[in-house]
């Protein structure tokens, strides 16, 4: 569990909203049944380290104002151009009780598929599942290099104890390792070398 600040936001109007940005802060929103909701603003550069070095799915020890719920990154808002966050929610916890969370899958070993003439195609990006928080992985690592071509990864190979619950059905594929068609086959190193036709007749021409 790591340790987050936030102080509670008063003003709620759009204009002071632009303004904390513009000062190095971020709106958001912390809400659950014991603190119900509270508008809060946490320092940019602060929620820009917990996400690079924790990621989203972690639990948080949030520091607000004398109150010290534990809580879970819920929605954040980006800007489409920059990726700066704009907006980002907080949602409390209890950590004796399970939820739903969505984990992302991380492909290891994917060079040696590619060396061995294989294509991976991803049918999941991600996927749900049922677990406590303290249980909760960062993400879902599948490694693929030992797999050939015709192999295929599903719910039922994925090693996750008995803590953690996909809510997936067992023989649900995630990846696949497929035959390259001809565009993604090997290049003709001799391809290209030729010259066009417009080319020799042109040298040609120069010649007479």
Not at 2 to 8: D, K, L, Q, S
Not at 46 to 64: A, P, S, Y
Not at 135 to 163: F, H
């Amino acid at each position: 569990m790591v340790t987050f600040r936030a102080e509670e936001r008063p003003d709620l109007r759009k204009s002071v909203r632009r303004k904390l940005r513009q000062s190095g802060k971020v709106p958001g929103i912390v809400y659950g049944k014991t603190i119900g909701s509270k508008p809060i603003q946490v320092q940019q550069n602060e929620l820009h380290r917990l996400l690079k070095q924790h990621g989203k799915n972690t639990v948080i020890n949030l520091e607000l104002d004398g109150v010290k719920p534990t809580v879970m990154i819920g929605e954040i808002q980006r800007d489409p151009i920059t990726e700066d966050v704009l907006h980002v929610d907080f949602y409390e916890i209890k950590m004796n009780e399970k939820k739903t969370f969505t984990v992302p899958l991380e492909i290891v070993g994917e060079g040696a598929v590619t060396k061995n003439g294989g294509v991976l195609q991803r049918h999941y990006q991600e996927i749900e599942v049922e677990c406590l928080p303290k249980d909760l992985p960062e993400s879902i690592p599948i490694d693929v290099s030992g797999l050939d071509i015709g192999d295929s990864v599903t719910v039922a190979d994925l090693n996750l104890g008995d803590q953690i619950e996909v809510l997936l059905e067992p023989d649900t594929v995630l990846l696949t390792v497929t035959a390259p068609t001809p565009e993604e086959g090997p290049v003709d190193k001799h391809a290209g070398n030729e010259e066009p036709p417009e080319l020799v007749e042109r040298q040609e021409d120069a010649e007479e």
